[in-house]
């Protein structure tokens, strides 16, 4: 297997990690990328079979697991629970039960919610150059996801404080302190959630956190730190990406010259897919492989992992025609942006809302909305994207 050698901190890939994409790709499926220590998949093909693969999954192979170290134990603890780290049969049962609350049905009920609120954030907008990212990218999903889930909405920067804290785990750039300041997070997040789930026990809503207090009351179906790491994983998967996903959308459009026709109620499906593919917020997930498994020419062992570039496949001529250019008129076809097979995003259906209303109310009610300076990406691979965007109206 050819070896591939790039740094995920260098600030030049950190700006543009596509031209490695490419340059990768090239040669064969999959890549041994050094840095990773790990085989990765940067092409369409590559990718999607192996989201798809089931002998190759997310949890840790049972004979490989330790406790891990004993001061990231409340962050190791909401992780062994969530069902984004689980695999049939618990992987199941968790989703069934997300999915309830998640159907296009009951997403689309929210349009009104969502479109109002876009409006009152667009509301307090400064006459002044300031930081959209904050202002409206990050807003919109945190409150959103808040009243889903049934948490006050007041709670919504603490919830920012700690679900960054807690993300941090997962970027290149993790250090010691990250550690620590996960664990903390988490420890503090457990807390609030054990506190607020005992006192919505008695007092039930049309919210996720109700249905989810019901499943486990009546104990069949999910346990107490369950319940708790679901939330979590909710609460915070419910925002990280799609606040990116809207500002690289910003970005994106800004830089290419904003056609109106692409904001349109017959052009925005696609326009919201192309910013998925083009400049994703996240840009890598890995898998176990749970036997000896040979594949594009590899032979995996059990235990061994395999990186999947998303960010990379999305850019794969052979998946996309044309796929360096940014072009909202292309047919929809499905991208990796929300990756794909058993853990495929349980809140794409939400992101996808949020977008399609964020992104044309903006640039309605701002039809000057331009770049303050240039927007740059903050060193947090596999996650991508802005530190701020810094915008005049
Ligand atoms: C544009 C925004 C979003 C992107 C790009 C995104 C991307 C992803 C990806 C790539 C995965 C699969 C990871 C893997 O296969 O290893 C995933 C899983 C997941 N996402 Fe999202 N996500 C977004 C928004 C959301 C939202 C809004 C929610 C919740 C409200 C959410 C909840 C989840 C959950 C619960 C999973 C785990 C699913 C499972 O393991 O079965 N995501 N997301």
């Not at 490695?20 to 079979?49: C, G, H, I, K, N």
């Not at 594949?295 to 999305?314: E, K, M, P, S």
Request: glycine letters at 6%.
């Amino acid at each position: 297997m050819i070896t591939v050698i790039q740094s995920p901190t260098d600030s030049d890939f950190v700006q543009n990690p596509y031209p490695f994409y490419t340059s990768a790709r090239t040669s064969s499926p999959l890549q041994f990328w050094t840095e990773y220590d790990m085989p990765a998949a940067f092409s369409y093909e590559a990718v999607q079979a192996l989201l798809k693969d089931r002998r190759f999954g997310r949890e840790i192979p049972a004979e490989m697991a330790t406790s891990g170290p004993a001061h990231l134990a409340p962050f190791l603890m909401t992780e062994a629970h969530s069902l984004l780290d689980a695999e049939p049969p618990r992987h199941t049962r968790l989703r069934r039960l997300v999915l309830r609350a998640f159907t296009s049905r009951a997403i689309t009920a929210l349009s009104d919610d969502i479109e109002a609120l876009c409006h009152q954030l667009i509301d307090t907008f400064p006459d002044t150059p300031f930081d959209l990212l904050d202002t409206y990218c990050t807003q919109l999903p945190v409150i959103i996801i808040c009243r889903l889930l049934g948490v006050p909405e007041d709670m919504a920067s603490q919830l920012l404080k700690w679900s960054h804290d807690i993300v941090a785990m997962y970027q290149a750039s993790r250090t010691l302190e990250t550690e620590h300041r996960a664990a903390a997070a988490s420890a503090e997040f457990i807390d609030f959630l054990r506190g607020y789930i005992d006192q919505r026990r008695n007092d039930p809503r049309e919210d996720l956190i109700t249905r989810l207090i019901t499943a486990e009351e009546e104990g069949e179906s999910l346990s107490t730190d369950e319940l708790i790491a679901t939330c979590i994983l909710l609460l915070n998967a419910g925002h990280e990406a799609t606040v990116h996903s809207i500002g690289n959308g910003v970005k994106c459009l800004l830089e290419h010259g904003l056609n109106p026709e692409w904001l349109k109620p017959e052009g925005i499906d696609r326009t919201v897919e192309e910013i998925l593919r083009y400049d994703p917020p996240l840009h890598m997930f890995t898998r176990y492989a749970y036997e000896e498994i040979e594949v594009f020419g590899h032979t995996f062992q059990r235990g061994d992992q395999v990186a999947l570039l998303l960010g990379a496949a999305n850019r794969d001529p052979q998946g996309f025609a044309g796929a360096e250019t940014f072009n909202p008129t292309r047919e929809i076809k499905t991208n990796t942006a929300f990756g794909g097979g058993l853990h495929f995003c349980v809140g794409a259906p939400l992101a996808r809302l949020e977008m399609k209303f964020a992104l044309p109310i903006l640039f309605e009610r701002c039809p000057n909305l331009a770049l303050a300076e240039p927007p740059r990406y903050s060193n947090t691979y596999h996650f991508h994207g802005l530190t701020r965007l810094m915008v005049t109206t």
